[in-house]
């Protein structure tokens, strides 16, 4: 899946356009962050998906979803309005508010995605915490937002591929699929994360800031094919 965060400010929709154009035979997907979303007119975010979609390839908004649900409601109606497939929600919200997130986006067929364990370091800080429940359990906060989107049946999960302790740990018991961003520039190793338990790979800047970026898209789906084989 390529994350798709451009490093210019001028033209940004050339430089999308061009991107997905070029690799969209290496890629499933294209996420979009909330800070590419941001500055884009409806009709403009819509066009880009469009040329997404021209492909057979899935468009996701990297919002990190994360408020009450009337406001949820929403975000996820422009979000469908703009023609995504899927949204990144993140579980702090709670499991009612989550459960009403996932009956509107599925409503519109738009898939949920939610962060379990974030890639960077500082992560531990908040997804690492130990959290105890009302009747005195205590338990890492990652477990329960793990538990959270279990329970509410998402369509997939994020865990940071530089994160392997934790996607071996819950890829163990897995019943949804895991998605890692953090790989590349970020010092995940696709390779590592695989044997781990990652199903799809999220990769920005070590395709769309190299060089050849073609090329650099064509060494990684190599790489990711030949582990999902072996
Ligand atoms: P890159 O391969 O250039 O590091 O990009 C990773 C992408 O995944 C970025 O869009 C980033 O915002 C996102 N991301 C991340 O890096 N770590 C997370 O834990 C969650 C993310 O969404």
Request: proline share 3%; charged share 20%; hydrophobic share 40%.
């Amino acid at each position: 899946m390529l994350a798709l965060d451009p490093i210019c400010s001028n033209d940004v929709l050339k430089y999308l356009n061009e991107k997905i154009v070029l690799l969209q035979e290496e890629i499933c997907a294209v996420k979009f962050n909330f800070h590419v979303i941001l500055p884009l007119s409806l009709q403009e975010m819509s066009n880009i998906n469009s040329t997404v979609h021209s492909y057979g390839l899935q468009s996701i908004a990297d919002i990190k979803l994360n408020d009450i649900s009337s406001t949820n409601a929403v975000v996820i109606n422009h979000l469908a309005n703009m023609g995504f497939d899927a949204v990144i929600v993140n579980p702090i919200i709670g499991m009612d508010e989550l459960s009403q997130v996932i009956e509107s986006s599925h409503h519109y067929n738009l898939g949920v995605i939610t962060v379990i364990y974030m890639s960077h370091a500082g992560a531990r800080e908040g997804f690492g915490l130990n959290v105890v429940d009302d009747s005195l359990i205590s338990n890492p906060l990652y477990q329960r937002l793990l538990q959270y989107s279990e329970c509410c049946d998402v369509d997939g999960i994020i865990v940071g591929g530089t994160k392997v302790d934790i996607i071996n740990r819950i890829s163990s018991k897995k019943k949804l699929p895991i998605y890692s961003p953090g790989l590349g520039v970020q010092g995940g190793d696709p390779k590592t994360a695989a044997k781990a338990g990652t199903d799809y790979f999220i990769i920005g800047r070590s395709i769309i800031q190299s060089k050849d970026s073609l090329k650099a898209a064509r060494l990684f789906r190599k790489q990711i094919n030949s582990l999902k084989q072996g």
